[in-house]
């Protein structure tokens, strides 16, 4: 069976404490799920990239990536699809691009029950 | 007692479907909770300005801003915190940024639950 490891991407941005906001976010999630990775597109550590090449040297040969987005804008219609695309080929891989979290029933669930939580 | 309306506010985009995905997102908080509306920072509609003006004609003083993004950068930090300014100043109401979705345990309990449900 194919070894295979899953990618948490968010965009990534200059400011560390965005960086960190995620890594407290999926923190649960990574501990339970060893198979697990934090990953960003841009501006932040570690890439995509990096956890492909680090992925791949622990024989993961197949990587599913789920967008830590709300939505679908450029970066997941054009960007995202591109630079999987090119990875598979330069590190022989295979790759699948999940829905965003946004899509998820459990999205629209986890706001509906934060303003229930801060109803006055 | 003040009255308060709760604004859902997520970035906005160009892409149209983008903005349908937040609607849908947050459909069932609004139906529950007539005081909760969805609002974009920028490029979709309808703005936080033109809900704030609505709210106002409706009889709300104070708005509470829930941000539908899951970390703070740039425009959580500066840009939003401008805009309510001058909008309480040129609107006569009051304003409370509430720290974004993605800072609260339920999103981060949502994702495990996520990578659960697609686990192999």
Request: hydrophobic share 40%; no cysteine; net charge negative.
């Amino acid at each position: 069976m194919r070894k295979t490891k899953t990618l948490l991407v968010a965009h990534g941005s200059s400011d560390v404490s965005w960086g960190n906001t995620f890594q407290k976010m999926t923190e649960s999630t990574r501990e339970k799920y060893p198979d697990v990775s934090l990953a960003f597109m841009e501006l932040s550590s570690p890439s995509i990239e990096d956890e492909i090449i680090t992925g791949k040297a622990e024989g993961y040969q197949h990587f599913r990536v789920l967008p830590l987005f709300l939505a679908k804008g450029k970066h997941l219609k054009k960007d995202i699809p591109a630079m999987l695309l090119s990875y598979e080929t330069s590190h022989e891989i295979s790759t699948e691009l999940l829905e965003p979290i946004g899509e998820h029933p459990l999205l629209a669930e986890a706001i509906r029950l934060i303003i229930e939580e801060t109803a006055e």
